[in-house]
């Protein structure tokens, strides 16, 4: 998208709502990380349990072709750290803003490359966690991958948008300091049409992307969360979400650990379903709060 059109898309908002979002994103890396670390610590391997999935060795050859000898699954574990860096870096360009009301008509470049990156990450999160859920129940489940879970808009989500997942997992990875570098200098001028030619021209995208993608990722770069009527909403869902997804990605955890014993815990197993239930049932919550902001906004798709 267009930085243009994107600025176009973003409604009126304070200073104090990106802060807001960056304290809801610092919260879902550190319980994604802490949900990696608790299966790493009792010896579940990701890696390994995805080897057979199509998709996980799409990704994995992905990687290795951009130069990177880790899989997927560990670089991301890795990068969780870097965003952690990037995120902060927001707030403290952030906390420089002046105390206006900021909208599209004003937005700055510097402010657009902020919420991008914010965008980007939330993005990440969704889908580091929704993949973490997908090889967890490959884990426990006696089929193959490809019917181990059950969720099958999940699996729509991560086939179409891996790539684009790969593209941030590369770049954060490999120049993370130019990146922080890149948000730093991003020009606190507004945005229009001469001034985004005339970067582009003299300093290439990078003057105005501060993470460069190949692929385009569903709902990224449309700044749907920015617009006042829907945060509120979609605050909610996110949190609702990332919770329960966390709390039952720490049952298959331990399911997975107790069978490894030869053990089975028929309640956990229930529990872990009534979990499913409730994140489905979430995401599709989400799904309808874009789908309906799409129909009022359909300039921005």
């Given at each position: 998208?267009?930085?243009?059109?994107?600025?176009?898309?973003?409604?009126?908002?304070?200073?104090?709502?990106?802060?807001?979002?960056?304290?809801?994103?610092?919260?879902?890396?550190?319980?994604?990380?802490?949900?990696?670390?608790?299966?790493?610590?009792?010896?579940?391997?990701?890696?390994?349990?995805?080897?057979?999935?199509?998709?996980?060795?799409?990704?994995?050859?992905?990687?290795?072709?951009?130069?990177?000898?880790?899989d997927a699954v560990?670089?991301?574990?890795?990068?969780?750290?870097?965003?952690?860096?990037?995120?902060?870096?927001?707030?403290?360009?952030?906390?420089?803003?002046?105390?206006?009301?900021?909208?599209?008509?004003?937005?700055?470049?510097?402010?657009?490359?902020?919420?991008?990156?914010?965008?980007?990450?939330?993005?990440?999160?969704?889908?580091?966690?929704?993949?973490?859920?997908?090889?967890?129940?490959i884990g426990l489940?006696?089929?193959?991958?490809?019917?181990?879970?059950?969720?099958?808009?999940?699996?729509?989500?991560?086939?179409?948008?891996?790539?684009?997942?790969?593209?941030?997992?590369?770049?954060?990875?490999?120049?993370?300091?130019?990146?922080?570098?890149?948000?730093?200098?991003?020009?606190?001028?507004?945005?229009?049409?001469?001034?985004?030619?005339?970067?582009?021209?003299?300093?290439?995208?990078?003057?105005?992307?501060?993470?460069?993608?190949?692929?385009?990722?569903?709902?990224?770069?449309?700044?749907?969360?920015?617009?006042?009527?829907?945060?509120?909403?979609?605050?909610?869902?996110?949190?609702?979400?990332?919770?329960?997804?966390?709390?039952?990605?720490?049952?298959?955890?331990?399911?997975?650990?107790?069978?490894r014993t030869g053990?089975?815990?028929?309640?956990?197993?229930?529990?872990?379903?009534?979990?499913?239930?409730?994140?489905?049932?979430?995401?599709?919550?989400?799904?309808?709060?874009?789908?309906?902001?799409?129909?009022?906004?359909?300039?921005?798709?």
């Amino acid at each position: 998208m267009q930085l243009t059109q994107y600025a176009r898309g973003v409604k009126t908002f304070k200073k104090s709502d990106i802060l807001k979002d960056i304290v809801v994103q610092e919260g879902f890396l550190d319980s994604l990380s802490n949900t990696l670390k608790l299966g790493k610590s009792n010896d579940i391997d990701l890696t390994s349990i995805g080897r057979n999935w199509v998709l996980i060795k799409a990704m994995d050859r992905d990687i290795d072709n951009r130069g990177i000898q880790i899989d997927a699954v560990d670089l991301a574990a890795t990068n969780l750290r870097y965003w952690g860096q990037l995120v902060k870096a927001c707030g403290e360009e952030v906390r420089k803003m002046p105390d206006t009301l900021i909208s599209g008509e004003t937005l700055t470049i510097k402010q657009a490359a902020v919420l991008q990156v914010l965008d980007q990450c939330n993005f990440y999160c969704t889908f580091l966690t929704t993949l973490t859920e997908a090889l967890l129940s490959i884990g426990l489940s006696d089929k193959d991958p490809a019917n181990a879970v059950k969720n099958t808009a999940d699996i729509q989500m991560l086939n179409k948008t891996w790539m684009y997942f790969n593209d941030l997992n590369v770049g954060i990875f490999n120049t993370l300091p130019d990146i922080l570098k890149r948000l730093k200098n991003a020009p606190d001028v507004e945005i229009d049409e001469s001034t985004i030619d005339i970067l582009g021209k003299n300093k290439g995208e990078l003057a105005f992307t501060p993470i460069p993608t190949k692929n385009a990722g569903a709902h990224v770069f449309l700044p749907m969360y920015w617009v006042k009527s829907m945060r509120m909403e979609l605050d909610l869902a996110r949190i609702s979400s990332m919770t329960e997804s966390n709390e039952q990605n720490a049952m298959k955890i331990e399911q997975l650990m107790n069978r490894r014993t030869g053990q089975n815990d028929v309640q956990l197993d229930r529990q872990i379903e009534i979990y499913q239930s409730r994140i489905i049932k979430n995401r599709s919550k989400i799904d309808d709060i874009y789908a309906r902001y799409e129909r009022k906004e359909p300039s921005h798709a």
